[in-house]
């Protein structure tokens, strides 16, 4: 199996209903599809995560921003 061309689709979805009441409802829906060689790691996508921070002080006053990227990896080998 080793080398042979692989392809990979991963699906997912949420249905989250906000009031009964109304019938309001979020549904949020993520799909990837990613192709290569069996027996390697494959990248399936990734999260970027943005946090933003505001410290005041007496005498002083900073701010800080900061960018996380955490890929996720997936690897197909074969079933025997």
Known sequence: MRG??????????????????????QTERVSSVVSGRAVEWLQLGSVTLNAYREEAGIISHRNKAQRDQRPTWIKVGEIR
Do not use: K, L
Request: glycine share 4%.
């Open 4 to 25: 042979h061309q692989v392809t990979v689709q991963v699906s997912s979805s949420a249905d989250v209903v906000f009031s009964r009441r109304t019938g309001v409802a």
